[in-house]
């Protein structure tokens, strides 16, 4: 492991199997954020695009995603029971099921 892991509390945890709460420190509003992408809205409709075009590959070489004709689909959960120091009272956090 890199030396620079071992230093980093973090990557210790996670070696031991702790459970962590980390929050990224880049964190920034959508609007800040969005223009520091890289990313265009044709991108987006690209890999839309690409993805549609292989599902049916996808559906016949992973039979779980035959229900949903090849596209990957993973729920998202809204989580009702978080400890009070993992966020504002205010704000609602999900989970995406991946």
Known sequence: MPQRFNDD???????????????NPHLAPFAQAAGDVGLTADDVAQAAARLAR????????????????????????????????WSRRDAVLYLKAD
């Open 9 to 23: 509390p973090l990557i210790q945890a996670l070696c031991n199997r702790q459970t962590v709460w980390w929050r």
């Open 54 to 85: 292989f599902a049916p590959y996808l559906a016949a070489v992973f039979p779980q995603t035959q229900a949903t004709g090849g596209i990957i689909e993973s729920p998202l959960y809204r989580l009702s029971a978080v400890p009070d120091d």
